[in-house]
């Protein structure tokens, strides 16, 4: 998979890609290319290192102007020298300047994959899987090494990158900016497809083509955000959801990240991700090393589709963990927009029984369950069951709960306070706030410090405490609000841009010791909906909240975009109530539940004020999806037509296919995203069938062969009947 010639000609072979790097003038190291395999380089065909340049590198050969630093695909840039555009890496230099001259000192090549120190990474379980490279550039003035880490997995299209600085001087430094990725591509002829949005309308996917200068997509918030996703694909002109050639980044980091994508004033655009600069510095003594997170790169010549592919098989396969990983995910029933605060044993009781009735299998209680939450106002951090709702406390409704026949699962908050809690007036200090200042409330609460050890243990133990308290087999992990008046009272002043990391860092501390504490518990992310819809969390926990926004248009949007790069098992997602809560709109049951069976799915609605036709309904959806799920949750996603085809026609319909991995079933799922009178016909081929066999429509018996479906294709003609959403199942006939 790695290759490395005598002229020092690097090769890393994917499945199908190749990524292709040498040194040139005095040990630079330059980017030569990333694109469909090849199996020999000539080095005829690499980019110009000196086209068009008023700057030259100093080396010893300079007469021959043979590298402009300007100009040249650098593999991991510098700044202060004479490439002047955005840097990978910036350190405070103890001759008060950041100026580095990375040149290639060594390399080592092996066969596996190692973990990051405290990250969360993509993994191998055998050392055939991967070949990793590090290459150690050494700065010609300093002893700092930084060392460039490439995993190139044999059977997948994907390079693993992150970085590591290693300080060898006698003195501190403070790393400023350090990128997990650098990638000079020789051109600009791409689109950047990013996933932005807000709170309830997060990952709509936006494509731009690039244009000179810089076009970023960056969190400031502290977490991932609901804003910007740290996902990036460079989508080649003309590439399309088939065909083409896509360079999709993702980064494994549930903080500040930055994206960019910097076009110069030669049409190469040079791509850069990691941790975003803004208020970070880490100081870094002797002897130390300092980790950035990993990016996951991948390639695809197929287009979007396989792209998505791709990213879905390593999250399932190697990023995921735990007893859940390959498990199908229980239908549950969340009481959060049932009831909100207003509940009590019996009106969960209430509950749980219609909901066993509708063959759902799992309680979440969420929030309002501990003392004083009597609204959002109040009482985190004091995770003390409310008697007065639930006599007995989780003991006793869960053992209830598990008696209706349902397991039981809990929402807790614990990255939180509330300034009317005990404990925020026990400590104060333990909330991120600047000293001197006030700090700012989000749903007035605050954020605990998770860069202290202390805190983190609290936390631990407290949750400990209360898994422990009764039958809790699922947990939903929320997140309620970004980090803002950043600073820690445990640290010195010239630490405080450590924080953000050190927050991130304690966080993946406590739920590595809490996951691996409770082993048998299904644990689900949730932060405000999908703020912290990143790899790093799901690295953790197998499932996150997709959106709070369980509106059945507005999903299909959320959920489309969200697929681009993660797996239907990792995406949660409910039918809830009409009109919905979040925009108002009304949709059939049926639509609603076609949308959410794209992912694992449940219902956060209140079934006792359901008709028994609506109960019998649902059962039949839940029957439907248990018999699908395995498909659905483990299957290879086609997109047929997504909500960025830019057609007058086709933006109306959603269309969505999944196909077992042994091809055997495939689920068709359209959704019509605006009713329609008389709507126009559309037909709607079928994708990765297997080529030569027959399948029959499970719903009408019908047989085609596949490439009927998949060269023809099925002729979809909207009528009211359908009410908004159309299924059809395909059995392979023997
Ligand atoms: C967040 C979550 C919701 C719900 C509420 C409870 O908004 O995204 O699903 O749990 O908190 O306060």
Known sequence: MITVNDNKVFILNTKSSSYVMSLVANNYLVHEGWFSRIDSWSGNCGPSKTDRALLYASTPDLDKRNLS?????????????????????????????????????THRIYKGKKSIPSLPATYVLNDDEADTIEIDLVDTKYDITVTLFYTVWEKRDVICRHTKVHNGENTEICIKKLMSTSVDFASAEYSMLQLSGAWARERNAYFRHLVPGTQAIESLR?????QQNPFVALVNDG?????????????VYSGNFIARADVDFCNNTRFLMGINPYNFGWNLSTGEDFYSPEVVMVYSNKGLGDMSRTFHDLYRERLCRGKYQFKERPIVINNWEATYFDFDSEKLLALANKAKECGIELFVLDDGWFINRKDDKRALGDWIVDEKKLTGGLKKISEDINKVGLKFGLWVEPEMVSPESNLFKEH?????????????????????????????????????????????????????????DVSSAKLPAKQQKEVLHRYVLGLYSILERITAEFPDILFESCASGGARFDPGMMYYMPQTWTSDNTDAFSRALIQAGTGLVYPSSVMSCHVSAVPNHQTGRITSLKQRACTAMAGTFGYELDLTKLCQQELSEIKEQTDFYKSIRHLVQYGDVYRLISPWNRNVETEKICSWQVVSKDKNKALVTVVWLYA???APKRILRLKGLDEKAFYKDLFTGEIYSAQELMNAGLVITGDSKYQGALQFLFEKQN
């Open 222 to 226: 502290g977490t991932s955000s609901h």
């Open 676 to 678: 329609e009178a008389f």
């Open 428 to 484: 104060s200090d333990w909330a991120l706030q600047i000293e001197g200042r006030e700090p700012g409330l989000a749903r007035t609460q605050l954020v605990l410090d998770l860069s202290r050890q202390d805190v983190q243990n609290w936390i631990f133990n407290t949750l400990k405490g209360v898994f422990s308290s009764g039958l809790i087999s699922y947990v939903k992990w929320d997140f309620n609000r970004c980090l803002a």
């Open 239 to 251: 590439a399309t959801e088939d065909f083409g050639e896509v360079f999709g980044f993702n980064f």
């Open 69 to 105: 630093l300007d100009m040249a695909p650098i593999e991991f840039s510098t700044s202060g020298l004479s490439d002047m555009r955005y840097s990978a890496i910036e350190i405070d230099l103890p001759d008060g300047t950041t100026t580095l001259d990375l040149r290639y000192k």
